[in-house]
């Protein structure tokens, strides 16, 4: 077999991006900064009359190395999106009614002679030890006394290695990103495309009309449209993989109120009949929405629930959102890949929305193409995409099948529904010893997995035998010390406010 010759690979010259938002200027700022200027030309074309849907304010750790991949200062992006941090999700009555636990970026614990911490608390927690496992969190800890820093230079202190996130206005951080594009060369044109035009000879997407009668060709297109999928789905028939058969929810409103006192370093999401409700600190506001299925609760039901459950007074009239949780079949199909909502949604109950967007554009720039679109090359895409929104499908559905609630239909729909197999697989494996394991590169870890399995009340049979290489008072006096260490540590640490009224204070900060 010979190889290709390289000189005679075509170079992609023409990039278009339809569609703005947070979706289209992340991908808009990533190209513009990787390719460098002279590579190709970068054309994104969004619609002011069309707005974006903007209701994902809460994030995970990965969208700081994002914004270290661009060179944005943390102070400037916190200070310009009216942002605040992020230690993790607080759940209520997701298990159980009065239920409460938490969910925290970074390690329980540390792992002993090469054996998962989780091992050493289950053994414990089996011999009759209540101490809760986010006594073991330096992320739970500080949370729930309001604190937060940076990590610092402190040696094998928890200190050292805090993992943390961010709470920002959606719509501020797009504007600033199509700040940092447009210095980099992109043009914006404001316009709506009325038209797609494939090519005769091999269907792929040759240019788009905007409604003045522009029309702009391209080599490669990024569908950043939202659901509609502009590209993805109306000119190139795609299909769509449903998956509301295991997450049922379908509509979301969305409220933002007055902020009452110092925002939390944390996402609340709180369980309410007809799905669940996410609260999200920033500087100037509370993000409030409520996520729900129409077969379980109608929408002014859902509103009034919504309505009710405020801390502040609304800022603005509740806003709807209407959606079907699954993917595309294709994230990338011919010469068009899909970002953001035009590729797929899964509803953000671990704020994995703008990760998907990070994720999609990082593959992208791992598998760049020439004008030959290698098939093999669109097929790992594919492959990888869709492997990494299936693993996050079956932690979020996690969250509604690990209840024991039976207060309403939905509960115990979600109580009783089928599950994928990979889902029932996990469940499996940790049911007689506690074990999880984190396959290939899925999104969420075994923190994760044992924080929600645990959280919930899903306790397995016995615990991993390898941690009887200690004995249970070596374990008793390890997990008392590094329990010690974690609470000193988050004691050290100042409030959540003031870090912000030192660092990052917003200047219009309500």
């Known amino acids: 077999m010979s190889l290709p010759d390289i000189s005679s690979e075509r170079r992609i010259r023409k990039i278009v991006i339809v569609g703005g938002g947070t979706a289209g200027w992340m991908a808009a700022a990533a190209l513009a900064k990787v390719l460098g200027p002279g590579y190709a030309d970068i054309t994104l074309i969004e619609s002011e009359a069309i707005g974006t849907v903007g209701v994902g304010e809460a994030t995970i750790p990965q969208l700081r190395t994002f914004n270290a991949l661009l060179g944005l200062d943390e102070d400037d992006f916190v200070r310009r999106t009216q942002g605040t941090f992020k230690l993790g999700i607080e759940f209520r009555d997701w298990g159980r009614l009065g239920d409460r636990y938490f969910h925290p970026f970074g390690p329980f614990g540390v792992d002993m002679e090469g054996v998962s911490f989780h091992a050493y608390w289950l053994r414990l927690n089996q011999l009759g030890d209540t101490r809760p496992v986010t006594d073991y969190s330096l992320q739970a800890m500080a949370a729930a006394r309001g604190r937060f820093m940076r990590p610092i230079d402190a040696g094998r202190s928890p200190l050292s290695k805090i993992a943390y996130a961010f709470h920002f206005d959606a719509g501020l951080y797009a504007a600033w990103l199509r700040e940092f594009a447009e210095a980099k060369g992109v043009h914006r044109l404001e316009g709506r495309i009325v038209d797609v035009s494939l090519r005769d000879r091999d269907g792929f997407v040759g240019s788009v009309t905007t409604s003045d009668g522009r029309i702009v060709e391209g080599d490669l297109f990024l569908d950043c449209s939202g659901f509609q999928g502009l590209l993805i789905e109306g000119a190139l028939k795609t299909g769509y993989d449903d998956w509301s058969h295991w997450l049922p929810a379908d509509r979301a409103i969305a409220v933002p109120c007055a902020r009452v006192a110092d925002p939390v370093p944390y996402t609340r999401a709180t369980a309410r009949p007809g799905g669940w409700q996410w609260r999200i600190p920033l500087q100037h506001r509370t993000g409030n929405g409520y996520v729900y299925s129409s077969r379980f609760i109608d929408d002014d039901a859902a509103t009034a629930d919504l309505l009710s459950q405020l801390d502040g007074a609304p800022m603005a009239d509740p806003r709807m959102l209407r959606f079907t949780t699954g993917r595309r079949r294709k994230a990338w199909n011919r010469n068009v890949v899909a970002l953001g909502l035009a590729s797929g949604f899964i509803e953000p109950l671990e704020s994995t929305s703008i990760h998907m967007v990070q994720s999609g554009i990082a593959n992208l720039l791992a598998m760049f193409p020439t004008l030959a679109f290698e098939p093999a090359e669109v097929a790992r895409y594919n492959r990888v995409i869709a492997y990494e929104a299936e693993r996050i499908r079956d932690f979020i559905v996690l969250h509604y099948n690990a209840t024991q609630?039976?207060?309403?239909?939905?509960?115990?729909?979600?109580?009783?529904?089928?599950?994928?197999?990979?889902?029932?697989?996990?469940?499996?494996?940790?049911?007689?010893?506690?074990?999880?394991?984190?396959?290939?590169?899925?999104?969420?870890?075994?923190?994760?997995?044992?924080?929600?399995?645990?959280?919930?009340?899903?306790?397995?049979?016995?615990?991993?035998?390898?941690?009887?290489?200690?004995?249970?008072?070596?374990?008793?006096?390890?997990?008392?010390?590094?329990?010690?260490?974690?609470?000193?540590?988050?004691?050290?640490?100042?409030?959540?406010?003031?870090?912000?009224?030192?660092?990052?204070?917003?200047?219009?900060?309500?």
């Open 405 to 510: 609630r039976d207060d309403s239909d939905l509960w115990r729909y979600c109580r009783d529904m089928g599950l994928p197999d990979s889902l029932q697989e996990k469940y499996d494996i940790f049911a007689s010893r506690g074990r999880i394991f984190r396959e290939n590169e899925e999104l969420f870890n075994d923190t994760s997995w044992f924080a929600v399995l645990t959280g919930q009340n899903i306790s397995p049979h016995g615990f991993d035998p390898v941690a009887a290489v200690l004995s249970v008072e070596e374990t008793r006096l390890r997990l008392q010390q590094t329990a010690d260490a974690i609470r000193n540590s988050a004691e050290y640490m100042p409030t959540h406010g003031d870090f912000i009224r030192d660092h990052c204070q917003a200047n219009a900060a309500g």
